[in-house]
């Protein structure tokens, strides 16, 4: 699911060595899929805010130590929350901030836009992190902005006024914060936030391979640098 949904961060968990860490980080990812196709497949905002409500109450479900529902994404949860001690509060933003979804135009401005980011891949790459051994990671928040506004830039979702030069650079600014920080990153939390590299060609409208993501994505765990 994870390897066809969201390639790039499944090639960059390939390189976390521990199983079962790996599994907790797909795990994650698998999460992430599933919130964000929840607008795409409903054609009445209404539905979208029950599937949502579904996912808020099964994970809270897990934190208030009850059966887990017999769902993979779920299950596999279960076994990331217990084994790392994960915190609910990044669960609960990431699935609140994707109520924004189901909104015409849920964007009104940069600050707008880069809220959302925090909350839904900041929050995924803060528990990635902490998945990792990296619970307090401070260049979490300008490379999850890096990576999400290169990310809505290839959905075309965002204005226009954040297009083009303006989006480049702006995506350039928060990846050069990112990278200044991330030598304090331990070197087995690297991967969480690895796929950081391909942004700005992302932000620029390239395309890449197969072979030169995998190719940027080594060099960049190998360099420690995004």
Aim: aromatic share 6%; charged share 25%; with cysteine.
């Amino acid at each position: 699911m994870v390897r066809q949904g969201d390639p790039d961060r499944w090639l960059a968990s390939r390189f976390v060595p521990d199983v079962e860490a790996r599994a907790d980080v797909v795990a994650l990812y698998a999460l992430n899929i599933e919130l964000a196709r929840i607008a795409e497949s409903v054609r009445e905002p209404l539905m979208g805010e029950i599937r949502l409500t579904w996912w808020r109450e099964a994970i809270g479900e897990l934190f208030d130590g009850g059966p887990s529902r017999r769902h993979p994404v779920v299950l596999g949860l279960a076994q990331a929350i217990q084994r790392r001690g994960l915190s609910s509060g990044a669960f609960d933003a990431m699935i609140d901030a994707r109520f924004a979804d189901l909104e015409a135009a849920p964007f009104e401005d940069l600050a707008d836009i880069e809220r959302y980011l925090d909350n839904t891949a900041g929050s995924l790459m803060a528990l990635a992190c902490a998945v990792l051994g990296a619970s307090d990671a401070p260049l979490v928040e300008a490379a999850a902005r890096a990576w999400g506004l290169a990310g809505l830039a290839r959905l075309r979702r965002l204005p226009q006024t954040v297009e083009g030069r303006a989006l480049q650079q702006r995506v350039s600014v928060h990846r050069a914060s990112a990278r200044a920080l991330a030598a304090g990153l331990p070197v087995k939390a690297f991967p969480a936030v690895a796929y950081v590299c391909l942004a700005p060609s992302y932000a620029a409208g390239r395309a890449l391979s197969e072979l030169e993501k995998r190719l940027r994505l080594t060099l960049a765990v190998l360099a420690g640098r995004i």
